[in-house]
């Protein structure tokens, strides 16, 4: 356990606060966490930082809660592993999740805390980790999808002192960017990250001058409580004491295994909900592992139950006493180390289409459908005709779910800070040329609500390179609900410069590609909400001449159109021939079902065959071997 050296230990007393001063320190420090994003946006380097903001600020109280902030949750397992002292000056990074109880979950995020000190007391804590284009390792890009340990998967940053009582640690920084292909670009972002959190801790230091450190540290209590009050009221009207499942499935694992379980049952205990992942299947030889953080998921938990059930209520840490999490060691999600974990990003997302399956089964009409299921990933390197390196990192967007309140997104991130990264941009800096972005229609699951559809990118290579692809829900569909269908799967198609296609799986690494290849980068769509067949006729009609659904693809709501076939005229609905339609199939289908997954497995496994001609993975080994 860290060990906090203050000269004035003991700190300060607490005191009694008024509402309007807690609001006003509340929304500073609110003001401050999107301060500490501006900082990072206007001075890194890497497209995923700097366009994309894959990067996760906090400002946290003494013992590390987060009292505001988007991805928090980690300082508290770096406190409880640090076995070093941490002094006012100090600024620590680290990005082994193995030494810190996964604060952060995979090597490329690297996690900057540094402790704001006032008058010799501890008074909080700012912190951010961002994702590194490349931190070494067997591919551009340091995430292998054939890993089968962390050794392979780039340099390993053990909890350390960038700068100690203000010194930087030179020599160790420099021994750190010798890993990497993007040495400045690594550098550039790393001081970004540091000047985000520095700034944190000045207005820290502003709030606590102007208020009194003994007010702004009630205040933090107070924010905290009121947190857990609020979630309090929020678990015992809407989680059951009676125990409710889900099962979901990561597609594969890049080696030719799969689809892995994950598996979580939920109820109530008096105040406390359970959360209980017995049943997932046990960790992948490959690098699909997610080390989950207890802390992270009650986050998880948290965001999702504010966002759909009480969005005003202000998250953070203060309601992780009512949030037991349960995860069994030698999971997917609790590998032994030194499992792999480049590529944890596809378990990440599958928790939260998992969180939705389980928080609105005994209030269906709170449901959501699954739609974030994934972050696709793009890595694209080589060497220029001037002999210069290039290496891009992106991350794909694909379609949101449909949701109690209304259509999800077209092409858009669940992330809510997350944008993609411009195609202007792409184009200045990268060796390719985006020929086409534009969503894919009739992806989107159809329901009252339709699934968001998901985007065709493609992509036209300037310069011979190699290609790594990180992607999922090529084999499962991101299913519907209360009676939606499933969205669109994805596809990633290779087509060569002399006109051959090739289908690619939806993890691979050192792909070749040469000058004039094109690669049709091609996402998932969200899933319904609610039946289709009561989605209103007209607005189906609009969405077709939108070109988000096709006029076959309106069948599936029922909806017959007459078409123009000059172009001249938007299609217009049938109404006798959709009122035909909409009857024989109400009476083909008969009742709704709360999930709908597109079907079995092994039904799923011979339907993609015959889609894309790419074969489904065999079972888990561990799997085959428990049937024998």
Known sequence: MAQIIETNPG????????????????????????????????TAMSPGIREQHDEFPIIADREGRMVVGQFGSFIGGFLDTYEGTVEDGDVFLMSDPYSCDAAISHANDWLVLIPVYLEGSLVGWGAMFGHMTDVGGKVPGSLPTDATSIFEEGVVIPPLKLYRQGELAEEALELILRQVRMKEWNRSDLNAIVAACRMAGRRIVELCERFGPETYLSTLDALLERNRKAMAQLISETISTEKL???????????????????????????????????TDPQAEGSINFYLNENMFRMFF???????????????????????????????????????LSCRTHGLGRIFDILGGLLG??????????????SPHLMYSGYDKRGEWFQLYQIGIGGIPGRPFGDGPDGHSLWPSFTNVPNEFLEAYFPLRIEHYETVPDSGGPGLHRGGNGIEMVYRFLEPGEVSIHDDRWLTYPWGVNGGLPGGRSTKILERVDGT???????????????????????????GWGDP?????????????????????????GVVLTDDPAGQQAPTVDEMATAELRAQMADDRGDTEIFNFGGSIDGLRDRCEDETGLSAPEPPVFARSAEQ
Request: aromatic share 12%; charged share 25%; glycine share 10%.
């Open 533 to 557: 067949l009561e989605r209103d006729p007209a607005l189906v009609a609009a969405e077709v001449d939108r070109g988000l659904v096709t006029v076959e693809g309106a069948r599936r709501y």
């Open 11 to 42: 700190g300060f007393d607490r005191v009694d606060v008024d509402v309007v001063t807690i609001d006003i320190i509340e929304n500073a420090l609110r003001n401050a966490r999107y301060e500490m994003d501006a900082v990072l946006f206007r």
């Open 361 to 374: 089964q005994r209030q269906p009409e709170f449901l959501n459908a699954a739609g974030f299921s994934s």
């Open 245 to 279: 499942t889900f099962t979901d499935y990561i597609c594969d694992d890049g080696r030719g295994f799969g689809p892995y379980k994950i598996h979580c049952t939920m109820w109530r205990e008096g105040e406390r909900v359970i959360l209980d992942f017995d049943g």
């Open 501 to 527: 296609r090739q289908v690619l799986p939806s993890k691979c690494d050192h792909v070749q590609v040469a000058e004039g290849d094109a690669l049709h980068y091609i996402t998932w769509g969200g899933g």
């Open 302 to 340: 948290g965001i999702y139950m504010i966002m759909v059930f009480d969005p005003q209520i202000l998250w953070n840490d203060g309601f992780y006493p009512l949030i037991d999490v349960r995860i069994p060691q030698g999971t997917l999600l609790k590998p032994r180390y030194p499992a792999a």
